[in-house]
């Protein structure tokens, strides 16, 4: 659970969320990213640390939902994580976390790739709305999304 990068140089792939339904999202995309290396921020809560076992994890701090603090926090990690490893893209589902990863990546320019989450059909979600003009692909898993995200590729449910 460090922030600091092993001696192979490798590209990453950084996978952020939220605990629960965003990780679950992200980790059910395992047959795509399961040929990269990887690292995950989420947050240390025994249902990720056990989902993520033997995964290269990186612990965010939560509450994020309107909490400044804790979004100055995670700025400070997103900061630390992207200067520390060789960061290929970041892919992320949500919720708040993903704000300072997102926008800190895409001004290193590092690729950012935001899923909207299934559940959230007729309306963006909040975090979406912020990470959007920093995103270098918008992805949303029902058409019906594309009436709030008309750039975007529909890839389907992931779970």
Not at 96 to 111: K, M, T, Y
Not at 136 to 158: F, I
Request: proline fraction near 7%.
């Amino acid at each position: 659970m460090d922030t600091k990068n092993d001696d192979s140089g490798a590209p990453v792939l950084l996978l952020v969320g939220s605990s629960g339904g965003h990780l679950a999202q992200l980790l059910a995309l395992r047959p795509w990213y399961e040929q990269w290396r990887r690292c995950w921020v989420t947050f240390d809560t025994p249902e990720a640390v056990s989902l993520l076992a033997g995964e290269d994890l990186v612990p965010a701090h939560h509450p994020t939902t309107r909490n400044v603090p804790n979004l100055l926090r995670n700025a400070l990690l997103a900061w630390q994580v992207l200067r520390a490893r060789r960061v290929a893209a970041v892919v992320t589902t949500g919720a708040g976390v993903a704000v300072p990863f997102v926008v800190l990546a895409r001004l290193r320019r590092i690729p950012t790739v935001y899923i909207e989450v299934y559940d959230r059909i007729d309306t963006p979600t909040l975090t979406a709305r912020l990470c959007r003009p920093f995103l270098s692909a918008m992805l949303v898993q029902w058409d019906e999304q594309r009436r709030q995200y008309p750039e975007a590729t529909v890839v389907g449910t992931l779970l």
